[in-house]
């Protein structure tokens, strides 16, 4: 109750002009990135992040919240007027957005997907705010073991989460861990993998990580695709919106009914939690229960909003179900919640079970902001913005990738001065050109350095206690309790027979 | 001759390429950890544990993505077709990271300006071509001036000096 309120007495900041003009100046860049096909708000966040260094850490976690909500809404900008979707969290958006835009109701399409995105993001906040001090009060319980085996069970879920692909998914997740076992040994003053290179003896940074995996790999996957951009604003340029045909009809929201919202939300929310699932997993699951609970599935595909609603609801509630284990864990779930850990990481914030307790002033303006970005930023940015959104959509890509590439290369050299950590980012992005261009997934390669560090200490630490002995993690309660839930996962994800999808030809 | 030519052909497959070099990383990795020491002594872990451990997660997936990729390779018998269908190839990622390292090299001896006004003109022209060069001169220029504006003025980050 505490924390509510807490969280309630934060919307004051944004009273704050300056605080205000961070919170939806990230909104409006996460839109802009999210809505581009071939950017994401990942890239967007990843470029700012050496910009939160001279931020407050509260003002930075605001912004990051909004960018985050954004990155969720403004896929569904081109997957409905265009049929690509900016994000792929939008892939089901397109579905039936495309049909009415072809029907010409571009705009109503539009509305339905920030009304839905509205409900989904209040709600999946709302619930992170409720649930989440309880979850963090719960994760005190966990002890040594239990923590080995807790990160043990993100890494496999993430990993068995790239249905399919699960090879390379370990191996990146493999190369990611290794990535963190170079420099000075967390318990004992031995370097490891440094090769004499004394620049490595701290180990790499986060930051050359995250712009590389993320920024530089991006620009050179663009550079290596040679997309033609002007057939993308040759479509563009065929769009009219007019701000009035925003606005859905009540007799349409009543046909979606409230409870399509709600479920939708409720599993964008679940799906959020589970490290490694996305906004993508979460609106295929809504999208295919809507079709199945539906009394005319074959309107599915063909132009129906409960189709756009129920997509966009779940992918905007997956923000704050994936906030969840990040902040009671210190588990990211998605590239957007490792890079807020970085956030906190570079301001020496350690995240996990004590954040919420010790630190909760910092993380309640953070869940303000969510809300807000959902009930206020999402319904007004489309309101006053939509109608040039297609003309911003067109943007010149070389004029683009010009810029992306100024702010990823000298925001590596930000966090330390220093030439070094520029070439880490260009080789980290190199790395993870080739990795992404051969099929590896490599959200598991970020999880796996920045959960690595305490994945080993964990270990050490519980093999030390119990002497050595393996047996040490089948006996300790709360360890068990997460080995028999990674099996659990194993089976449902990596056994058991996929869903198949809703809309067969869409 | 012609078999043991094609198995050549099979072995050198690009896509073979990568994934053997991930394979040799995988391998060296291991190999390093195994330097570090023993692994466990008097019941203790070392710092060696854990590396060597995964070592041996990454040297066995690795050796499995190998095996998986050849096979696949073989089973389509489509090495003659793979190698016609090789289009025009895209040096732009090359270019890009090139401009990328150049710019890292130069950024510190020749100062923000200059380096990030032909740093973004590289990129500009590899993402599009050399026409309309002077007005994508001066976009580059306004570029550079705006990320100065934006790190230096508004975040306070203290970039190389402006002119060199």
Request: contains cysteine.
């Amino acid at each position: 109750m505490e924390f509510i309120s807490l969280v309630g007495g934060s919307f004051a900041m944004l009273l704050d002009p300056l605080i205000l003009v961070y919170v939806v100046a990230g909104f409006l860049i996460g839109t802009i990135f999210a809505s581009i096909p071939g950017l994401t708000a990942t890239l967007a966040l990843a470029l700012l992040l050496p910009l939160t260094y001279s931020l407050d850490v509260t003002t930075a976690l605001m912004a990051c919240a909004s960018i985050y909500m954004a990155g969720m809404t403004g896929g569904s900008i081109t997957a409905t007027t265009i049929n690509i979707p900016g994000a792929p969290s939008s892939m089901m958006t397109a579905l039936d957005g495309y049909p009415m835009q072809l029907q010409g109701k571009g705009a109503l399409a539009l509305g339905h997907a920030a009304l839905g995105s509205m409900v989904g993001g209040a709600l999946g906040a709302i619930l992170l705010i409720a649930i989440a001090p309880f979850v963090a009060e719960a994760s005190l319980l966990v002890k040594t073991t239990g923590k080995f085996s807790l990160l043990a069970f993100a890494i496999v879920v993430i990993v068995i989460a790239q249905r399919g692909n699960m090879v390379k998914a370990g191996m990146a997740a493999c190369i990611g861990l290794m990535l963190s076992t170079i420099g000075l040994d967390a318990m004992e003053p031995i370097t490891r993998f440094t090769f004499g290179v004394a620049d490595l003896t701290a180990g790499i940074d986060l930051m050359p990580v995250i712009i590389g995996t993320f920024a530089i790999s991006e620009i050179l996957m663009q550079a290596s695709l040679a997309v033609d951009s002007n057939k993308t604003a040759e479509a563009l340029s065929k769009v009219t919106i007019r701000r009035r045909d925003f606005i859905p009809p009540l007799s349409a929201i009543r046909e979606i009914g409230v409870v399509c919202y709600v479920k939708s939300s409720l599993i964008g929310y679940f799906v959020g939690t589970l490290p490694g699932a996305g906004g993508s997993m979460g609106s295929f699951l809504a999208y295919a229960e809507t079709v199945r609970t539906s009394s005319n599935p074959e309107s599915f595909g063909k132009g129906n909003p409960k189709g756009i609603a129920a997509s966009e609801s779940a992918n905007n509630a997956v923000c704050g179900g994936a906030l969840v284990p990040m902040l009671t864990f210190g588990i990211p779930g998605d590239p957007i919640t490792a890079i807020m850990l970085g956030v906190l990481v570079i301001n020496g914030i350690q995240p996990g079970p004590q954040l919420m307790s010790g630190q909760a002033d910092l993380i309640a303006p953070m869940l303000a902001s969510l809300v807000f970005s959902a009930l206020v930023l999402i319904p007004l940015t489309l309101f006053l913005l939509g109608p040039y959104f297609i003309k911003i959509v067109s943007i010149r890509k070389d004029v683009l990738y010009g810029v992306i590439a100024l702010l990823a290369v000298v925001g590596s050299y930000v966090a330390t001065y220093s030439t070094f950590q520029m070439i880490m980012a260009l080789v980290m992005g190199v790395l993870a050109y080739y990795l992404r261009k051969d099929g590896f997934p490599v959200i598991t390669l970020l999880l796996g350095f920045i959960l690595g560090p305490n994945l080993e200490e964990f270990l050490r630490r519980s093999l030390a206690l119990s002497n050595g002995n393996p047996l040490t993690f089948f006996t300790n309660l709360d360890s068990l309790f997460f080995i028999i839930l990674t099996l659990i996962f194993v089976y449902f994800l990596a056994i058991k027979k996929p869903l198949k999808s809703p809309v067969s030809d869409g | 001759m012609r078999r043991v030519y094609g198995y050549m052909m099979m072995l050198l497959n690009r896509n073979l390429v990568f994934l053997y070099l991930v394979f040799a990383l995988s391998l060296g990795y291991l190999i390093t950890a195994i330097n570090l020491g023993s692994p466990l002594s008097d019941g203790r872990v070392e710092p060696s544990f854990f590396p060597i451990l995964l070592g041996l997660f990454s040297v066995t997936f690795s050796a499995i993505l190998v095996f998986r990729e050849f096979a696949s390779i073989k089973r389509s018998s489509q090495l003659a077709e793979d190698d016609s269908s090789v289009g025009k190839a895209n040096y732009s990622p090359l270019w890009v990271m090139l401009s990328i390292f150049i710019y890292i090299m130069a950024f510190q001896v020749v100062g923000y300006f200059l380096s990030s006004f032909l740093f973004v003109l590289s990129i500009i022209v590899i993402f599009s071509s050399l026409d309309k060069i002077i007005q994508k001169t001066i976009i580059s220029l306004i570029i550079a001036a705006l990320g100065y504006l934006v790190f230096e003025q508004m975040f306070g980050v203290r970039l190389p000096a402006l002119w060199g």
